[in-house]
Protein backbone atom coordinates (compact mmCIF):
# COMPACT_ATOMS: atom_id res chain seq x y z
CA UNK A 1 0.00 0.00 0.00
CA UNK A 2 0.92 3.47 -0.17
CA UNK A 3 1.43 3.86 3.67
CA UNK A 4 1.64 1.89 6.88
CA UNK A 5 -1.61 0.52 7.48
CA UNK A 6 -2.67 -0.24 10.90
CA UNK A 7 -5.95 -2.20 12.15
CA UNK A 8 -7.94 -2.25 13.54
CA UNK A 9 -8.18 1.40 14.22
CA UNK A 10 -10.11 1.05 17.23
CA UNK A 11 -10.37 -1.61 19.60
CA UNK A 12 -12.47 -1.71 23.22
CA UNK A 13 -11.74 -4.79 25.49
CA UNK A 14 -12.40 -5.60 28.79
CA UNK A 15 -9.92 -5.77 31.46
CA UNK A 16 -7.75 -9.23 31.56
CA UNK A 17 -8.30 -9.88 27.69
CA UNK A 18 -6.06 -10.43 25.12
CA UNK A 19 -5.49 -8.10 22.71
CA UNK A 20 -3.49 -8.17 18.81
CA UNK A 21 -2.58 -4.85 16.89
CA UNK A 22 -1.61 -5.14 13.80
CA UNK A 23 0.49 -3.47 11.25
CA UNK A 24 1.30 -3.79 7.78
CA UNK A 25 4.31 -1.42 6.50
CA UNK A 26 5.23 0.07 3.70
CA UNK A 27 6.26 -2.27 0.77
CA UNK A 28 10.27 -2.47 1.22
CA UNK A 29 10.94 -0.72 4.62
CA UNK A 30 13.01 -2.76 6.53
CA UNK A 31 12.45 -1.06 9.84
CA UNK A 32 10.04 -0.94 12.03
CA UNK A 33 9.02 0.31 14.93
CA UNK A 34 5.94 0.42 17.65
CA UNK A 35 5.39 3.42 19.83
CA UNK A 36 2.88 4.13 22.24
CA UNK A 37 1.20 7.42 23.12
CA UNK A 38 -0.63 7.99 26.00
CA UNK A 39 -3.07 11.08 26.57
CA UNK A 40 -1.03 14.04 26.94
CA UNK A 41 1.95 12.54 26.49
CA UNK A 42 4.91 12.04 24.19
CA UNK A 43 5.72 8.88 22.09
CA UNK A 44 7.35 6.14 24.44
CA UNK A 45 9.60 3.82 21.95
CA UNK A 46 8.14 -0.50 22.62
CA UNK A 47 10.16 -2.60 20.06
CA UNK A 48 12.10 -2.24 17.51
CA UNK A 49 13.15 -5.10 14.18
CA UNK A 50 15.51 -4.25 11.45
CA UNK A 51 15.46 -6.97 9.13
CA UNK A 52 16.72 -10.27 10.31
CA UNK A 53 18.21 -9.03 13.39
CA UNK A 54 16.77 -9.87 16.83
CA UNK A 55 14.87 -7.36 17.77
CA UNK A 56 15.45 -4.42 20.44
CA UNK A 57 12.57 -5.46 23.11
CA UNK A 58 13.99 -2.59 25.49
CA UNK A 59 10.51 -0.34 25.53
CA UNK A 60 7.73 -2.89 26.48
CA UNK A 61 6.67 -2.02 30.10
CA UNK A 62 6.08 -5.79 30.47
CA UNK A 63 6.32 -9.60 29.50
CA UNK A 64 2.17 -9.35 29.18
CA UNK A 65 3.54 -7.01 25.65
CA UNK A 66 4.96 -8.85 22.84
CA UNK A 67 5.48 -8.61 19.77
CA UNK A 68 6.20 -10.29 16.22
CA UNK A 69 7.26 -9.41 12.54
CA UNK A 70 6.33 -12.72 10.28
CA UNK A 71 8.51 -12.96 7.30
CA UNK A 72 10.12 -8.93 7.55
CA UNK A 73 7.36 -7.39 6.82
CA UNK A 74 3.51 -7.71 8.19
CA UNK A 75 4.14 -6.84 12.66
CA UNK A 76 1.22 -7.92 15.50
CA UNK A 77 1.79 -6.35 18.80
CA UNK A 78 0.20 -8.38 21.29
CA UNK A 79 -0.70 -7.43 25.01
CA UNK A 80 -1.95 -10.44 27.19
CA UNK A 81 -4.04 -9.81 30.15
CA UNK A 82 -5.32 -6.08 29.57
CA UNK A 83 -4.95 -3.24 32.12
CA UNK A 84 -6.82 -0.08 32.33
CA UNK A 85 -3.26 1.36 32.35
CA UNK A 86 -2.91 -0.29 28.51
CA UNK A 87 -5.19 2.21 26.99
CA UNK A 88 -3.14 4.34 24.82
CA UNK A 89 -2.46 5.02 21.10
CA UNK A 90 -0.31 2.44 19.15
CA UNK A 91 1.31 3.86 16.50
CA UNK A 92 3.33 1.77 13.77
CA UNK A 93 6.25 3.61 12.16
CA UNK A 94 8.51 1.89 9.28
CA UNK A 95 11.67 2.98 7.28
CA UNK A 96 13.92 2.08 5.19
CA UNK A 97 17.53 2.27 5.84
CA UNK A 98 17.54 4.83 8.55
CA UNK A 99 15.61 6.83 6.47
CA UNK A 100 11.97 9.14 6.88
CA UNK A 101 9.92 7.37 9.42
CA UNK A 102 6.17 6.89 8.49
CA UNK A 103 3.92 6.26 10.85
CA UNK A 104 0.64 4.66 10.48
CA UNK A 105 -3.05 6.10 12.04
CA UNK A 106 -1.92 4.33 14.92
CA UNK A 107 -4.42 1.78 16.80
CA UNK A 108 -6.89 3.81 19.60
CA UNK A 109 -7.10 0.76 22.46
CA UNK A 110 -9.23 1.33 25.38
CA UNK A 111 -9.49 -0.89 28.54
CA UNK A 112 -12.62 -0.79 30.62
CA UNK B 1 16.71 7.36 31.04
CA UNK B 2 16.52 10.18 27.86
CA UNK B 3 13.90 12.68 28.84
CA UNK B 4 13.20 15.65 26.59
CA UNK B 5 11.42 18.61 27.60
CA UNK B 6 9.12 20.80 25.68
CA UNK B 7 7.77 23.62 26.03
CA UNK B 8 5.10 25.28 26.46
CA UNK B 9 2.69 22.25 26.53
CA UNK B 10 0.15 24.44 24.85
CA UNK B 11 -0.08 27.94 23.17
CA UNK B 12 -3.43 29.72 22.00
CA UNK B 13 -2.59 32.39 19.26
CA UNK B 14 -4.39 34.30 16.81
CA UNK B 15 -3.93 33.82 12.98
CA UNK B 16 -1.18 35.87 11.45
CA UNK B 17 0.83 35.25 14.47
CA UNK B 18 4.74 33.90 15.09
CA UNK B 19 4.71 30.60 17.06
CA UNK B 20 8.02 29.36 19.07
CA UNK B 21 8.30 26.03 20.72
CA UNK B 22 11.12 24.41 21.98
CA UNK B 23 12.74 21.20 23.33
CA UNK B 24 16.11 20.63 25.24
CA UNK B 25 17.79 17.20 26.60
CA UNK B 26 20.14 15.75 28.91
CA UNK B 27 21.49 13.90 26.36
CA UNK B 28 23.30 14.77 23.11
CA UNK B 29 21.43 13.29 20.18
CA UNK B 30 22.67 13.13 16.66
CA UNK B 31 19.96 14.38 15.03
CA UNK B 32 16.73 16.83 16.07
CA UNK B 33 13.29 15.99 14.39
CA UNK B 34 10.36 17.91 14.49
CA UNK B 35 6.51 16.20 13.68
CA UNK B 36 3.26 17.09 13.21
CA UNK B 37 0.29 15.12 14.66
CA UNK B 38 -3.06 15.91 13.55
CA UNK B 39 -6.06 14.23 14.91
CA UNK B 40 -6.66 10.66 14.80
CA UNK B 41 -3.31 10.49 12.04
CA UNK B 42 0.27 9.60 12.85
CA UNK B 43 2.81 12.24 13.36
CA UNK B 44 4.44 13.78 10.16
CA UNK B 45 7.73 14.71 9.52
CA UNK B 46 8.22 18.83 9.43
CA UNK B 47 11.67 19.11 9.37
CA UNK B 48 14.81 17.28 10.27
CA UNK B 49 18.29 18.51 11.84
CA UNK B 50 21.57 16.57 11.38
CA UNK B 51 24.36 18.89 12.61
CA UNK B 52 24.81 21.17 15.48
CA UNK B 53 24.26 24.81 14.55
CA UNK B 54 21.89 24.28 11.96
CA UNK B 55 19.34 26.16 10.84
CA UNK B 56 16.81 25.10 8.36
CA UNK B 57 13.78 25.99 7.01
CA UNK B 58 10.68 24.79 5.25
CA UNK B 59 8.22 27.23 4.20
CA UNK B 60 6.76 29.10 7.25
CA UNK B 61 8.71 26.98 9.04
CA UNK B 62 12.24 27.18 10.60
CA UNK B 63 14.04 24.92 13.18
CA UNK B 64 17.69 24.73 14.67
CA UNK B 65 19.88 22.57 16.00
CA UNK B 66 21.83 23.58 19.22
CA UNK B 67 25.13 23.96 19.36
CA UNK B 68 25.50 21.70 22.52
CA UNK B 69 23.55 18.93 20.60
CA UNK B 70 20.99 18.87 23.68
CA UNK B 71 18.77 21.48 22.48
CA UNK B 72 16.18 22.42 19.23
CA UNK B 73 13.59 24.97 18.77
CA UNK B 74 11.31 25.33 16.33
CA UNK B 75 9.48 28.37 14.98
CA UNK B 76 6.36 28.53 12.69
CA UNK B 77 5.57 32.62 10.97
CA UNK B 78 2.26 34.27 10.57
CA UNK B 79 0.40 31.32 11.53
CA UNK B 80 -3.14 29.92 9.48
CA UNK B 81 -5.78 27.66 10.84
CA UNK B 82 -4.45 24.43 9.64
CA UNK B 83 -1.21 24.56 11.81
CA UNK B 84 -3.52 23.32 14.42
CA UNK B 85 -2.30 20.22 15.89
CA UNK B 86 0.18 18.73 18.04
CA UNK B 87 3.87 19.49 17.65
CA UNK B 88 6.70 17.09 19.13
CA UNK B 89 10.13 16.96 18.88
CA UNK B 90 12.76 13.73 18.37
CA UNK B 91 16.35 13.28 19.41
CA UNK B 92 17.89 10.38 17.71
CA UNK B 93 21.41 8.46 17.76
CA UNK B 94 22.56 8.87 21.84
CA UNK B 95 23.70 6.26 23.57
CA UNK B 96 24.70 4.08 21.11
CA UNK B 97 21.05 3.96 19.42
CA UNK B 98 21.24 5.33 15.83
CA UNK B 99 17.56 3.96 15.08
CA UNK B 100 15.83 4.68 18.60
CA UNK B 101 13.61 8.27 18.73
CA UNK B 102 13.23 9.90 21.81
CA UNK B 103 9.86 12.40 21.77
CA UNK B 104 9.16 14.95 23.49
CA UNK B 105 5.65 15.68 25.30
CA UNK B 106 4.46 17.53 22.67
CA UNK B 107 2.95 21.02 22.00
CA UNK B 108 -0.81 21.70 21.81
CA UNK B 109 -1.23 24.16 18.99
CA UNK B 110 -4.72 26.20 18.81
CA UNK B 111 -5.03 28.90 16.09
CA UNK B 112 -7.65 31.29 16.44
CA UNK B 113 -9.12 32.58 13.29
Known amino acids: GAGVSQSPSNKVTEKGKDVELRCDPISGHTALYWYRQSLGQGLEFLIY????????KSGLPSDRFSAERTGGSVSTLTIQRTQQEDSAVYLC??????????FGSGTQLSVL | GQQLNQSPQSMFIQEGEDVSMNCTSSSIFNTWLWYKQDPGEGPVLLIALYKAGELTSNGRLTAQFGITRKDSFLNISASIPSDVGIYFC?????????????FGKGTLLTVNP
Open chain 1, 49 to 56: FQGNSAPD
Open chain 2, 90 to 102: AGQGSGGSNYKLT
Open chain 1, 93 to 102: ASTHLGGKLF
